[in-house]
């Protein structure tokens, strides 16, 4: 079997890092800024959460790190590494050496990312052969090991299924028996459980987060909901309009929030034991503003509490605390914190 020439025992500062990386998209009201100077690392064995509410560009970061953006989609960055190597000046093929070997993603909907076409084991098999030319056999043996890992029964018989002749959890199961079959040393997982439902989505939530131990992987998982990233995460990276708003570690972020719209993401959770039954929860009022032409001053601005004059022109830069600790906003935390909700994890 070809080995990659990674050594997950080696001690690295980061796996990922991302510096700046920014994607514009051509459309016909102008240029759409979908992500804009996105930084953040992704240390090896660690799991990173992207949150945010929809279209505030987490599943488009992703997919510019994998390369898999739309032709029409303009990706630039100061610096994209993994691991030793530049993204940023791989070749197309170089990158599909990449994908599906050493960085693979689980995407949303299992259902249209597997080929209706195919079996499941044809599918399974495809990337082992593919990147690391070993024989079917060993390749269908790797399958059913991975099938049995991530909770399939009758992996052998499975194997000669096709999708449609699955549930969506098992299909979802299938993509992430896929997603090992390399042995990765990243995997990003783009809302893997928005499609199950709430007893499924907490089974394969306990999966990804037992095989990321176990295989010694790192993960970037992206969601929307707080709950699950409480549950699994140990850094988290909050997104708003295109760019990351504060980062830290879950419970730095939780406990001590540092951006008014964090606050308000925290205001909509349920605290059991503190919400009382009946009790409105909190709401962040206005609309994201479009991220279509000249973007300029913080784009909470609309609909922050505490805006200022100058948030409204001046670009706000992330401010560096240290160990991974940022926001984005021109007032101290202390100006709104004593009205901010905490969850105390």
């Excluded at 990674?6 to 102008?30: M, Q």
């Excluded at 499975?158 to 299909?171: A, I, M, N, T, V």
């Excluded at 499609?195 to 499924?200: E, F, G, P, S, Y």
Aim: with cysteine.
């Amino acid at each position: 079997m070809k080995k990659s020439n990674w050594d997950k025992s080696k001690n690295l500062n980061s796996l990922l890092e991302v510096r700046d990386l920014s994607v514009d998209i051509p459309v016909a009201a102008g240029e759409l800024h979908a992500v804009r100077s996105v930084s953040f690392t992704v240390q090896p064995s660690e799991t990173l959460c992207l949150v945010g509410e929809s279209g505030c560009g987490k599943s488009m970061t992703a997919l510019a790190i994998m390369n898999l953006l739309p032709r029409v989609a303009k990706r630039s960055a100061k610096f994209l590494t993994f691991f030793d190597m530049n993204l940023m000046g791989l070749s197309e093929r170089e990158m599909a050496d990449i994908r599906g070997d050493r960085m693979t993603m689980i995407f949303q909907e299992p259902m249209t990312s597997l080929n209706p076409s195919y079996t499941i084991g044809n599918q399974l098999e495809e990337a082992m052969m593919r990147h690391r030319q070993v024989s079917r056999t060993e390749a269908r043996q790797r399958a059913i090991f991975l099938l049995e890992k991530v909770g399939i029964t009758a992996a052998r018989r499975r194997l000669r299924q096709y999708p449609h002749q699955l549930s969506g959890g098992l299909r979802q199961r299938v993509m992430i028996a896929m997603a090992l079959m390399c042995d990765p040393e990243l995997i990003i997982a783009d809302e893997p459980t928005t499609a199950l439902d709430v007893t499924i989505q907490a089974q394969i939530l306990h999966l990804l987060s037992g095989l990321r131990r176990e295989f010694h992987m790192a993960m970037i998982l992206i969601t929307h909901d707080l709950g699950i990233v409480a549950r699994v995460a140990d850094r988290v990276a909050i997104m708003y309009a295109g760019q990351i708003v504060e980062t830290g570690t879950v419970r730095e972020v939780f406990e001590r929030p540092m951006h008014p719209y964090t606050s308000g993401l925290l205001a909509c959770i349920p605290v059991p034991g503190k919400t009382k039954r009946g009790e409105f929860l909190g709401s962040i009022p206005g609309m994201v503003p479009t991220p279509i032409g000249e973007v300029r001053g913080c784009s909470f601005y609309n609909r922050c509490n505490y805006v200022q004059p100058s948030c409204k022109d001046i670009d706000i830069a992330l401010r560096e605390l240290g160990d991974g600790r940022a926001y984005r906003c021109v007032l101290e935390p202390e100006a709104y914190r004593a009205s901010a909700k905490v969850v105390r994890l």
